[in-house]
Nanobody, 123 residues
Framework: QVQLVESGGGLVQAGGSLRLSCTAS???????MGWFRQAPGKEREFVAA????????DYADSVKGRFTISRGNGKNTVYLQMKSLRPEDTAIYYC?????????????????WGQGTQVTVSS
């Protein structure tokens, strides 16, 4: 059972940056990873995904050019670098993992989830 722990959330002003981290309880070098978010009163939505190798990434249109997903050298950590943050980026951000090769954008494709970290962007 893979356990995921997110960190790095917080309060930031619009235009600022944050880097989220997701650390797995075991080596997930063969796992595809993703980030999702859920804003108050809204459904959880896809943000970014990375393949097991790190060679492929995918982003929601709303974050393209502002967010970057990457894997740590040890492969059991995934990062989400967020720049030019907007108030509409305010949400709980969740890390997800699946023992598969490619990038996945749907919630049902992931088997493991973290508890989430709050990101609040003030205007």
């Amino acid at each position: 059972q893979v356990q995921l722990v997110e960190s790095g959330g917080g309060l930031v002003q619009a235009g600022g940056s944050l880097r989220l981290s997701c650390t797995a309880s075991e080596r997930t070098f063969s796992y595809a990873m993703g980030w999702f978010r859920q804003a108050p009163g809204k459904e959880r939505e896809f943000v970014a995904a990375i393949s097991w190798s790190g060679g492929s990434t995918d982003y929601a249109d709303s974050v393209k050019g502002r967010f970057t997903i990457s894997r740590g050298n040890g492969k059991n950590t995934v990062y989400l670098q967020m720049k030019s943050l907007r108030p509409e980026d305010t949400a709980i951000y969740y890390c997800a993992a699946v023992d598969a090769s490619y990038t996945y954008t749907a919630e049902y494709e992931y088997d493991y989830w973290g508890q989430g970290t709050q990101v609040t962007v003030s205007s």
